[in-house]
């Protein structure tokens, strides 16, 4: 490796250029880190919700 490669500069930019082409490829947080719409309620409203037809009462 030269110095050249290790200067966190240069990676930055490497990065930021890499970033221009392809885009944000991965999230910084996941799907289970944020917030799903702010839903409020019971902890039993997910499973009420998504009652198979043939459990209503």
């Known amino acids: 490796m030269s110095g050249q490669e290790r200067d ?7 990065r930021r250029r890499v970033d221009e082409i ?5 999230p910084e ?5 944020r917030d799903a719409g ?4 019971l902890p039993d409203d997910w499973y009420r919700e998504n ?3 043939h459990h209503d009462r």
């Not at 966190?8 to 490497?14: H, L």
């Open 51 to 53: 009652r198979p037809p």
């Open 38 to 41: 702010g839903r409020a309620g």
């Open 29 to 33: 947080t996941t799907s289970d880190e």
């Open 8 to 14: 966190p500069k240069t990676r930055s930019e490497q």
């Open 22 to 26: 392809f885009g944000d490829v991965l």
